[in-house]
């Protein structure tokens, strides 16, 4: 299988291993396999009788043929073992009315990013053997919280790496804060910024493009690389879970083979959402894909009028991970259903206006699998509230948007085909705002948020988390922005 980019470059094709290598085309696009394996009704059945590591071999396989069965098996074992999920890496769960929830949240961070960050490091690192890379790679993430720490747990002690994160020291919640600064491995550095998420984001920018450190850290033997979500090497991982879940509904009996599941994303860059259209175009039966967003309603106008424009106001929400006005993989649905040329001349709007619009008929074909929905802050709330109450379970604020966008979209009515909700995050990651919508009061310390919410819910707090509130910061650096690049001086020739 080979690779080109969403805007026409690469056309004779790339080996896998290298568009994971390099992460953007050279045109500025995102890799794309040039076509899509199919998998059968038989292929499914087959793999309902497998462990998740099994599962996302045979998956993976198809998409990374340069890659051996084994070394995905080995890379698999690793990244989704019993110790690092517990007690699996993806769940589903039953509540009342046809719906399920898909739980991506059993990982080292408590959030669905680790799905996808503990594989992709291993399959990162083979990509530089079989690119003949000698050097050691240092990934660099500047982050506002989540993927921090996602990215730290996926690269920990992981082979010819190191990894760097910055984040804003008034920028993170202090749940996330600590999560970071209690990091094991030998490889991780954590670092506080003085300044927010744009300063960190910056420095982080500027470092990447400044050919003097490229330069100083070629020398020694180093390059610098990221873990960003618009890697192939990221998404891939994600296609899994969902023809995971559906193997697992027809284990347990919910649905027959062959019969089509709705499915309900919480969305933000458009990854998540993306791999699951991915699993539908390879023949995995699934109906409607619900795009759910908060407030940041970006993709709800763009599902229903055609147009993308991010020319508006940006709300902080109690979502925060999807709190995005550039959802940049849906790029790769725009190459996919009207081609290179015409998603060259979107990006390009995209980029010199912050707009672009789709003709009526381009937006018909759009909304044959996509529909969008919204929640605002009191609904997600609500939904919370209500979810606890009726069906005696914690969600968090993500899930909790979601929920409701599957809710607005089941006719209560009619008969309606099985939905699957995805859930991307424990309650306990954003406890503070969880026994907010509870209880309608919270901590004002949100460190303490979590043995609130567990004396108040009697569930448990996840292991990792429950771990990392309890341990001593052990990376206590903050340093002023204009130190940033000596800070990755020293810690990659040292
Ligand atoms: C990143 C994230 C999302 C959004 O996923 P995308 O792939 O960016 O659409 C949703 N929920 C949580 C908890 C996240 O961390």
């Not at 984001?201 to 450190?213: A, C, D, L, M, N």
């Not at 697992?248 to 959402?273: H, R």
Request: with cysteine.
């Amino acid at each position: 299988m080979k690779y080109i980019s969403t805007r026409g470059a690469h056309a004779e094709g790339v080996s896998s291993a290298y568009a994971i290598k390099v992460g953007l085309a050279s045109d500025g696009g995102l890799f794309m396999p040039e076509s899509i394996p199919s998998v059968d009704l038989d292929f499914i059945k087959e793999l309902s009788a497998l462990s998740y590591p099994e599962r996302a071999a045979k998956v993976l396989s198809l998409f990374l043929t340069d890659y051996g069965y084994e070394e995905l098996m080995e890379d698999a074992l690793a990244a989704y073992s019993e110790e690092k999920f517990i007690p699996s890496p993806a769940p589903i769960t039953k509540l009342s009315g046809g719906r399920y929830m898909l739980e991506l949240w059993h990982g080292p961070t408590c959030a669905f990013k680790d799905m996808a960050l503990q594989i992709m490091s291993r399959l990162f690192t083979r990509a530089l053997k079989k690119c003949g890379e000698k050097r050691e790679a240092l990934i660099l993430v500047a982050t506002s919280g989540d993927t921090g720490k996602a990215a730290l747990e996926g690269y920990r002690d992981v082979e010819g790496t190191k990894i760097q994160v910055f984040y804003p020291i008034e920028g993170v919640s202090r749940v996330q804060k600590k999560q970071m600064q209690t990091q094991e491995g030998e490889n991780v550095s954590v670092i506080g910024i003085k300044g927010n998420f744009d300063d960190a984001q910056t420095g982080v920018k500027r470092i990447f493009s400044s050919e003097e450190i490229a330069t100083e850290l070629n020398a020694g033997g180093v390059f610098l690389s990221s873990a960003n979500s618009i890697n192939w090497g990221r998404l891939v991982p994600q296609i899994v879970y969902y023809i995971s879940a559906y193997c697992d509904m027809y284990k347990m009996g919910e649905i027959t083979l062959g019969e089509p599941i709705d499915v309900c994303v919480p969305t933000g860059n458009f990854g998540n959402i993306f791999a699951c259209y991915i699993a539908k175009r390879m023949g995995l039966p699934v109906g409607k894909l619900v795009c759910a967003s908060n407030k940041n309603n970006i993709l709800t106008d763009f599902l229903s009028e055609g147009v993308y424009d991010r020319n508006r106001e940006f709300y902080a929400t109690m979502s925060p991970s999807m709190d995005i006005l550039i959802s940049s993989n849906l790029e790769r649905l725009l190459y996919l259903l009207f081609g290179s040329e015409r998603c060259s001349t979107l990006m390009k709007e995209l980029g010199e206006c912050g707009r672009y619009e789709l003709t009526a008929d381009e937006l018909a074909r759009l909304r044959k699998d996509f529909v969008g929905y919204y929640t605002d802050e009191d609904e997600c709330a609500a939904t919370i509230s209500r979810c606890y109450k009726n069906e005696n379970r914690l969600i968090d604020t993500h899930t909790s948007v979601a929920l409701s966008a599957a809710q607005r979209y089941m006719s209560p009515d009619e008969a309606t085909s099985a939905m699957l909700v995805v859930s991307t995050a424990s309650a306990y990651k954003f406890a503070g705002d969880v026994m907010l919508s509870l209880t309608g009061e919270k901590p004002e310390d949100d460190l303490l948020a979590p043995a609130m919410l567990k004396e108040y819910s009697g569930v448990e707090i996840p292991l990792p988390l429950e771990n990392a509130l309890s341990k001593e910061a052990v990376h206590k650096a903050v340093i002023d922005r204009e130190r940033m690049a000596d800070s990755v001086r020293d810690f990659a020739l040292r």
